[in-house]
């Protein structure tokens, strides 16, 4: 969480080159200690586990989602992009409302998955493909208008998505961890 925080500041003072060094200095550390101290199992568990309302975990979801964008070569782009943002897939805002359109109701725990890094991505805070205009549009016209078009290449994995619930949400989590293992634990 201590990387998550420092790379969280570092993009508020737009400061992409401190950014890019915290990342580097992360993973080397993070694959390190993955190595020797922690087994798949407890990696898996963990990452089930982080929830957007906790500020550690945000902070750990926002270096992994920067993490993996570097691996998918995006990474020169979020040192362009200082208005990174985390965006729920499907919208939040389904707590306050219970029911959105063009979405189906949640059949899901969305306090654990809603909030969970399957169901988060990347967007920038500004411009046409914007986190805040993203809102509670449909999931075609948040795949097609703002994931797809974003400058961010973690989002090319919603090309050949056609729906966003439960089962989905929980595909994208197991793909998050199979990447956070190929990248720090082997």
Known sequence: SGIGREISEKIALKDGEQVNAIVMSGVSKIHKFLKEEIDRKEVDSFIDGLNYNKSADKAIMYFILI?????????????????????????????????????????????????????????????????????????IVK????????????????????????????LRLQAIKDAVWDRWGV
């Open 67 to 139: 993490s993996l964008e570097d691996q998918a070569g995006g990474y020169g782009r979020l040192i362009v992009r200082d208005d990174l943002s985390l965006e729920h897939v499907y919208p939040k805002s389904v707590e306050k409302k219970a029911k959105l359109d063009g979405w189906p109701a949640p059949d899901f725990d969305y306090s654990h998955y809603g909030h969970g890094i399957g169901n988060l991505t990347l967007l920038p805070v500004s411009g046409p493909v914007a986190n805040g205009s993203a809102g509670e549009e449909s999931f």
């Open 143 to 170: 795949r097609d208008d703002f994931l797809l078009p974003s400058p961010f290449s973690i989002n090319r994995y919603f090309e050949n998505v056609d729906q966003w619930g439960e089962s989905e949400i929980k």
